[in-house]
């Protein structure tokens, strides 16, 4: 049993890469010549695990930037590397095992291919010629399906061994705990410009120059790139677009129930034990003892596990008739619904839409104009690109094209504009001098290619283009010294034994805080300095314009019925159990390696770059 659990869920994920990851993949260009792309000892990195590898990691970024990828940025991030990194890593185990002696039996395999849904039938059962369709679909073999489900349930095997009773120790939780857990009582006093009794002067020029010099690293702006870019929007181009009237009047019968809805009403239902009870509840409701509110939370519930949102006659069946006669505000019921008796109320009435075609106009030229825009644009990226690739710079594309040439100075502060798109701020980030203009895709249809011109390294903004920003600084400067030399004397004083009140100091606040509390209005390094104190310490913290004269009350162990602490120590505790964990398997794989060698062919690897340019 132990085996099959390990397994199982294994043979569940290779399944599924192998189908998704290799559909069409090596057939004719790679797997007829090139087997593998290099070796550890005597275990082959396949070519097609390395394909696959890209090609999941290039998705898996397209997935979360929600754009494309192109092979040009995954490589500048680095992903060829990491995949390479990872196959050599899993190969050093297939080594260890080779050279061990270790494999998977026959029947192993064939208990776990007979299990898997996507080899069976009709009737449920395994289907040997869904087994063969489905692997001839991604380009694999019968022999190389199960040779890689071996070689994986192999190193699963092993990888388990190592991980087996991987456990941290008692103290490291009781460690996290004291520390986190911590808990420390304080009271604190919080002066603002508004306690002191004399204001500041205006600010000379002199000031201003001192206190942009002294802070220059406040107003310095970062390395920043001029950035030559064409781009084409949809909307550049969506007033020349021709739609005719018959791809008008096909939009509107698509979107027929969006522009016609019958009436419509919002409604709550609280469905009853029997109609007794809920004829007993609708009287209550008559009566004005009880809203249909309380009636709600009278059965434990909230009001949003009684929404029903927005439903139409249909939606309701053969209740709608009672429901639909109903006004705003009214409380309708018992109505018989197949969940049971229920009282309905009605919270608003959407009566019936009805838009003609000659009403919709507007609207569908708008949406089928877009749609039409997005589709010319797309269909232009392959004669920029002959342009490119034929030595037209980005200016010569604002002549030849619809695309239009600007110029941006972008560092990571910058959104405005084209740089409003994460995609280009991520290829902004990556360009370089020698990059080649190329035409890259932005996620609501537009395309762009930029060149870098010149790259300016970080600089001090003038005085001028940040003189608000100085000046603010200035007064915040100047107002917590004139706080703190009306707070120290006083600070002095409660060091010697007197008390806020003592020292006419209003108290703000009083709290206990753990390493993971929050201050309103407190400076970043608050908790720290407050973690740093002895009990019965009197301390003045500096903040942006207010100074806070903070005392520690007290320093209390954690507390043990803190059940939000113990998760946190629970998974701090599983997460460090899992990076020691991986720690485990790299030193092995790190052994494994540097006994059996590592062999790398750089012409297969190109070979499968290739496929992705």
């Given at each position: 049993m132990a085996s099959k659990s390990i397994t199982k869920p294994l043979v569940w994920i290779l399944m599924g890469l192998l189908i998704l990851g290799l559909g069409g993949f090596g057939v004719t260009s790679l797997s007829g010549t090139l087997?593998?792309?290099?070796?550890?000892?005597?275990?082959?990195?396949?070519?097609?695990?390395?394909?696959?590898?890209?090609?999941?990691?290039?998705?898996?970024?397209?997935?979360?930037?929600?754009?494309?990828?192109?092979?040009?940025?995954?490589?500048?991030?680095?992903?060829?590397?990491?995949?390479?990194?990872?196959?050599i890593s899993q190969a050093a185990f297939d080594h260890e095992m080779i050279s061990s002696g270790v494999s998977v039996g026959d029947e192993a395999i064939g208990e776990q291919i007979l299990a898997m849904p996507q080899f069976r039938g009709g009737d449920g059962e395994f289907n040997r010629e869904a087994y063969r369709f489905t692997l001839e679909q991604a380009g694999l073999s019968e022999r190389d399906f199960e040779e890689s489900m071996r070689r994986d349930t192999a190193r699963s095997f092993l990888q388990a061994s190592v991980l087996a009773g991987v456990t941290l120790p008692d103290a490291y939780g009781d460690t996290l705990a004291a520390y986190l857990g911590e808990r420390r009582a304080i009271t604190w006093s919080l002066q603002t410009r508004n306690d002191l009794e004399i204001g500041i002067p205006e600010p000379t020029e002199a000031d201003l120059q001192a206190y942009h010099q002294e802070n220059a690293a406040l107003f310095t702006r970062p390395e920043s790139k001029r950035i030559t870019y064409a781009w084409l929007t949809p909307e550049m181009i969506v007033d020349t677009v021709e739609i005719d009237d018959q791809s008008l009047r096909d939009a509107y019968e698509l979107r027929f129930d969006e522009f016609n809805q019958p009436e419509r009403r919002m409604v709550d239902r609280l469905v009853f034990p029997s109609e007794d009870d809920a004829a007993a509840a609708a009287d209550r409701v008559a009566l004005g003892t009880v809203s249909f509110s309380d009636l709600v939370s009278e059965?434990?519930?909230?009001?949003?596990?009684?929404?029903?949102?927005?439903?139409?006659?249909?939606?309701?069946?053969?209740?709608?008739?009672?429901?639909f006669a109903g006004l705003t505000g009214h409380v309708i019921g018992p109505v018989e619904t197949n969940l049971g008796p229920a009282l309905f109320r009605i919270n608003a009435i959407l009566e019936a839409q009805e838009t003609t075609f000659e009403d919709a106009l507007p609207q569908l030229r708008?949406?089928?104009?877009?749609?039409?825009?997005?589709?010319?644009?797309?269909?232009?990226?392959?004669?920029?690109?002959?342009?490119?690739?034929?030595?037209?710079?980005?200016?010569?594309?604002?002549?030849?094209?619809?695309?239009?040439?600007?110029?941006?100075?972008?560092?990571?502060?910058?959104?405005?504009?084209?740089?409003?798109?994460?995609?280009?701020?991520?290829a902004a980030a990556s360009l370089t001098e020698n990059d080649f203009p190329e035409v890259m895709q932005l996620d609501d249809g537009s395309i762009y290619a930029m060149r870098l011109d010149e790259t300016i390294p970080p600089e001090l903004a003038p005085l001028e283009d940040v003189r608000d920003e100085v000046v603010a600084g200035w007064e915040n400067q100047t107002y917590v010294e004139l706080l703190v030399e009306k707070v120290t004397p006083l600070i002095e004083e409660m060091r010697d034994g007197k008390t806020f009140e003592g020292v006419d100091l209003a108290v703000t606040g009083t709290q206990e805080l753990t390493r993971r509390g929050f201050v309103d209005n407190a400076p970043a390094d608050f908790i720290d300095?407050?973690?740093?104190?002895?009990?019965?310490?009197?301390?003045?913290?500096?903040?942006?314009?207010?100074?806070?004269?903070?005392?520690?009350?007290?320093?209390?162990?954690?507390?043990?019925?803190?059940?939000?602490?113990?998760?946190?120590?629970?998974?701090?505790?599983?997460?460090?159990?899992?990076?020691?964990?991986?720690?485990?398997?790299?030193?092995?794989?790190?052994?494994?390696?540097?006994?059996?060698?590592?062999?790398?062919?750089?012409?297969?690897?190109?070979?499968?770059?290739?496929?992705?340019?």
């Open positions: 087997r593998s792309v290099g070796k550890v000892g005597e275990a082959d990195i396949r070519v097609d695990e390395y394909f696959r590898g890209l090609q999941q990691e290039i998705n898996a970024l397209q997935a979360s930037r929600g754009e494309p990828v192109s092979f040009i940025q995954a490589s500048a991030e680095g992903v060829p590397e990491r995949v390479l990194s990872q196959l059965r434990g519930l909230q009001l949003s596990d009684t929404d029903m949102g927005v439903v139409t006659a249909r939606d309701l069946g053969d209740n709608s008739d009672a429901i708008e949406s089928v104009g877009a749609d039409r825009a997005r589709r010319v644009v797309e269909s232009q990226v392959d004669s920029i690109d002959d342009l490119l690739a034929g030595g037209a710079t980005v200016e010569d594309l604002a002549e030849e094209t619809d695309m239009q040439v600007a110029e941006i100075v972008w560092n990571p502060t910058v959104s405005d504009d084209i740089a409003a798109y994460e995609a280009f701020r991520a300095r407050v973690f740093s104190m002895d009990a019965g310490e009197v301390a003045l913290i500096r903040g942006p314009g207010r100074v806070f004269v903070l005392k520690l009350d007290s320093i209390q162990p954690p507390d043990e019925a803190d059940e939000d602490l113990t998760q946190v120590i629970q998974q701090l505790r599983n997460e460090a159990a899992g990076t020691v964990s991986r720690d485990y398997l790299q030193i092995l794989a790190t052994d494994i390696r540097s006994r059996a060698g590592i062999e790398i062919d750089e012409a297969a690897i190109n070979a499968v770059h290739l496929n992705f340019q």
